[in-house]
């Protein structure tokens, strides 16, 4: 079964400055996707960034980018130029592609940013 | 933000009632999902849909039901409250082609 390991339960990092989330996966399968979500206190999940497993290029999406390292199951993200409403919870997620398709969750990243 | 709702917010109800948790997305979605998560944690799925008529249970043991009698509703049932259902309700749908699950608002359930 495909799992989702993050690591770091809780993180912070002062406005402006830039922060790293790390997360792993174990995954049998080839193609798949992965995800990263936010989740703002009280408010809606929202998707942040996604990365086709068969794409080598790294997704970026304004000030968020990814670190897809296939071989070592690592999907980081990094967060440039923190703005305080970058506080939320961070989910990393994995989908395989074809199949039942369902999300696998990891346990969330708490990021509180410091003005 | 994306057109999934999700009633009522907040739920406290005692122990032993029925209640039905509501969704409903305008986006023609296929694909809907409803996912438990207690606070602080991670989601885990406890039922799935992949359009009218289909209803599958996830990887989370739940005791809820649901029904997808219609595309953009799906609704989730417990007939008998418990304190261990205290949690928050997510649910969420996905077009068929597309990448990107849109969730709801949640609903909050304390049972006492």
């Known amino acids: 079964a495909q799992t989702v390991t993050q690591s770091q339960p809780e993180m912070s990092v002062q406005e402006a400055e830039t922060v790293t989330l790390s997360c792993t996966y174990d995954?049998?399968?080839?193609?798949?996707?992965l995800f990263w979500y936010k989740q703002p206190p009280s408010r809606q999940m929202i998707l942040v960034i996604r990365?086709?497993?068969?794409?080598?290029q790294n997704a970026t999406e304004n000030r968020f980018s990814v670190n897809f390292q296939k071989a070592a199951k690592s999907f980081s993200l990094k967060i440039s130029d923190s703005q305080l409403g970058d506080a939320a919870m961070y989910f990393c997620?994995?989908?395989?592609?074809?199949?039942?398709?369902?999300?696998?969750f990891g346990k969330g990243t708490k990021l509180t940013v410091n003005p | 933000e994306a057109d999934i709702y999700q009633t009522p917010r907040y739920l406290v109800i005692g122990t032993g009632k029925k209640i039905t948790l509501e969704c409903s997305q305008t986006?023609?979605?296929?694909?809907m999902y409803w996912y438990q998560q207690d606070p602080g944690m991670e989601l885990h799925l406890i039922h799935y849909?992949?359009?009218?008529?289909?209803?599958e249970k996830g990887d989370l043991s739940s005791e809820s039901t649901v029904s997808r009698i219609r595309t953009e509703h799906f609704p989730l049932t417990l007939e008998s409250a418990r304190p261990s259902h205290t949690s928050q309700y997510l649910c969420?749908?996905?077009?068929?082609?597309?990448?990107?699950?849109?969730f709801g608002p949640g609903t909050r359930l304390t049972v006492t």
């Open positions: 986006m023609g979605h296929d694909k």
């Open positions: 997620a994995y989908r395989r592609r074809g199949g039942s398709e369902k999300l696998v």
């Open positions: 995954t049998s399968e080839s193609d798949y996707y």
């Open positions: 990365q086709e497993a068969y794409k080598q």
């Open positions: 849909s992949y359009g009218v008529n289909s209803t």
């Open positions: 969420a749908s996905r077009a068929g082609t597309g990448y990107e699950q849109y």
